[in-house]
């Protein structure tokens, strides 16, 4: 009897995603012995560093999380001091962050989607090249992704890590016309977001499936961006602060990112896919037409598809601001007044990747006792080594440097955001 | 009513003040502020370089700094003619998000988006933890970077 072969895979620093991250997996013969997705970006302590802070200090700290998705952690911390705090924003201030977070999804998803993404689908090993032979769909990119950029400059101040966002609403709310003036570039970036969608439906996508527990928010009448109840596809429907009755993190040796799991310890999965699974109907007539057009049940079970998944939602992000917009009345009140007192507060959101979830505790001065972030990569690493498990089991004939590529393709199904996955508080030494 | 002139030269000194010498690019920026010709705009940048593109959009001519990393001695002092050789990949240091200096360049290259006249200096960091404050190596060098622009500026 032969020696079964023994194969490695491994990828020591994996481009095009955000953040410092390798890959290990070890193969033996037709068998997977072992996967690591392993997240060495050092832990950057953001709960530990909250401790003492005031309330409205939370939002600005905890944007630095990411430079990509700062909103998600703005309006998670903000939502957690207003519950704490018994706040309840009125509709304008409330449309306000929906339309900046738009903003958020548009920029995020046209980043990874084409730039970090396509070229796995394309055959290119990064972006330029891809841009040599198709200049024009680099262009689109670029001009969507400043749509999605001016949303934010116009209601956040800023593109990267905006300021003007505040526990109780906004620093100052912008004119009318300014958020005017973003009808003619959103009516481009639907077409353009249209394109985009019959575009990616014509790759082609690895054969593999799975059958995911998804975990996403959830509201009656529109899909979740901002807000909405804790659902899954398994028949959890909870309010947001029972998150940690449900779902808790562990530390892993290889990852200096806390794993989520459902208190079972089961893996799910959070982000694109997940969203639309749970919320296709109520996406917009557009998206879920176009949705249908380029080939998407309203469930997707194939986690290769989610590039498209995350076309439907820029273009349905697109629909929304371009709604927002045209609805758009100066509120009366940038903020609500805040009284700061002792309380508990949960927000969650959905972050492009997925539900960011915030926890505070508040002394009677409004001061943080306590902090807890769950970002959404750190929920998705389990499922992101159960994909990878199942990718290579059904791509072993592949030869080596075909399923490092199919791997690293594989982690970027998820987007993942290294740096926000690594903000967490305990870090264990072993000195042995 | 005086018509300023529009300014003929982009000055962009691309990093993170807050992770140690990766506060070169800035540093020469601030070194420049008030020893330029009004026709000269010198612009700090710490945002994904994408934007890069956006920034040169309306300039002939650009002089970027930035801090790299390719193994040589701390405050090595780099010079690209980036408008006639490609920019060595991997070489300037980029802490997380998409881009780094070299690919937004060879990326607007593809696009025909380059400035006519681009140089990028790139100025050799020892370290880029957290923190602020640069080494003395690159504290030279950011002294010497801001007299070559100078210099080349008045060429």
Known sequence: MTKPRSRTVKVNALARVEGEGALYVSIKGDAVQEVKFRIFEPPRFFEALLQGRLYSDAPDITARICGICPIAYMLGACQAMEDALGVVLPQPLQDLRRLIYCGEWIQSHVLHTYLLHAPDFLGYEDSIRLSHDYPGVVERALELKKTGNRIMEVVGGRAVHPVNLKVGGFYSVPRRQTVRELIEPLNWALEAALATVRLFAGFDFPDYRYDYTCVSLRQPEEYPITQGRLVSNRGLDIPIDQFTAHFSEEHVAHSNALHGRMNGGEAYLVGPIARYNNNFDTLSELARQSAREAGLEPVCDNPFQSIIVRAVETLYACEEALRLANAYEEPDAAAVEIVPHAGEGHGCTEAPRGICYHRYRLDEAGRIVEAQIVPPTSQNQKQIERDLWGVVEKNLDLAEDKLKWRCEQTIRNYDPCISCATHFLKLTLDRS | ?155
């Not at chain 2, 807050?18 to 705009?41: E, F, K, T, W, Y």
């Open chain 2, 1 to 155: 009513m005086i018509v300023a002139e529009k300014p003929a030269v982009l000055i962009i000194g691309v990093g993170n003040p807050l992770r140690g010498d990766d506060a070169a690019g800035p540093a020469v920026i601030q070194r420049l502020q008030n020893r330029l010709p009004p026709s000269v705009i010198a612009l700090p940048l710490d945002s994904d370089s994408v934007s890069l593109m956006e920034a040169w959009r309306d300039f002939e001519r650009v002089i970027l700094v930035d801090a790299v990393c390719s193994g040589a001695v701390p405050g090595f002092i780099h010079r690209f003619d980036a408008t006639r050789t490609e920019l060595p990949r991997g070489l300037f240091h980029y802490s997380s998000h998409l881009f780094g200096v070299a690919e937004a360049v060879e990326l607007a290259r593809q696009l025909g988006r380059l400035p006519e006249r681009l140089v990028v200096y790139g100025i050799e960091g020892a370290g880029f933890a957290y923190g602020e404050g640069l080494s003395a190596g690159v504290a030279e060098a950011v002294e010497q970077v801001a007299h070559r622009i100078l210099v080349e500026l008045g060429e």
